[in-house]
């Protein structure tokens, strides 16, 4: 081999060796970004995120029934504390307490066999 | 040494024994009969429909009622509770009843995430080749929903044994909350 062809096979390598590492890169870059997904999903689940998510799919006909956080009213923390203020309070936390009255929410009546229609048919005598 | 061996084995093997015959027994008691896995197959689609609104109409409520829990301890009951402690007023009671509602607070949350993803499972089942499993589900996430059940209805009577904690607080310190501190 002369000097020539492997002055021409090392220009050759350097030419090529740019390339293979911009598709590592890629590859590098897509296998990180499937383990954070991975990681953030693990986490959204997990976490209990999802289930206060109303825009996943399914969900988009109930987006309306839920109620604005904002419309709740704080009881100052500070200040002296007299027969008037414990009145004051009582009466705003009999109010606010009203929406969650209603102990029948999450009823297991709801997924009844019987109700589902699965339950074991009658015994024909 | 031998001895103590055999009768330790004994003892293990006993014990297998003994807590194993339970749950034959209650396999066989629950065994399913054609009829119902036919039952099961025929109806399930109309249930799954059912189960889905059901899920669907779940998560607001949750959200709301969530929300709303929150919002009682973080605005009312801690608010209350500090104020009273700067105060110099003992509300040990109160504290302690605002601790128990947000260990409650805790529990309805992860009973609801339990019951929100057997759902979820229950609807990503083929309930006509797996009847049995389906039906076994459906069981299951019914006894979770009875947990989160039971978890509104503690957090209720929590609340009602802040409120009247508070009132009771009030007749204790009628004489200091009137102006005459001692």
Redesign the interface.
Known sequence: MTDETLHHSEDHENVHHPRRNIVYFIIGSVLVAFALVLVSMSLYISS?A???D?SRP??K???N???P?DT????????????T??EQ??K???K??K???N?D????A????Q???????PVEN | MKSVFMSLTALLVATFVLTGLPVFAQDASEAMTDEHIARIKANCQAAMGTIGRIHAYDAPTYINRNQTYFSISDKMMARLNARLAVNRFDASALVKTASNYNDTLTQFRSAYKQYDDSMADILRMDCKRQPVTFYDKVRQTQEERRKVNEAVLELKSLIDQYEQGVESFQIQHAAQLSGVRS
């Open positions: 209990g999802a289930q206060l109303l399914g969900y006909a109930v987006q029934e839920v109620e956080s709740f009213v704080s009881f100052p923390a500070s200040g002296e504390v007299n027969n203020v414990i309070f009582l705003l936390f009999r606010q307490v929406s969650v009255d102990t929410v999450f009823s297991p709801a997924l009844d066999e109700a589902l229609g699965l339950d074991s048919p």
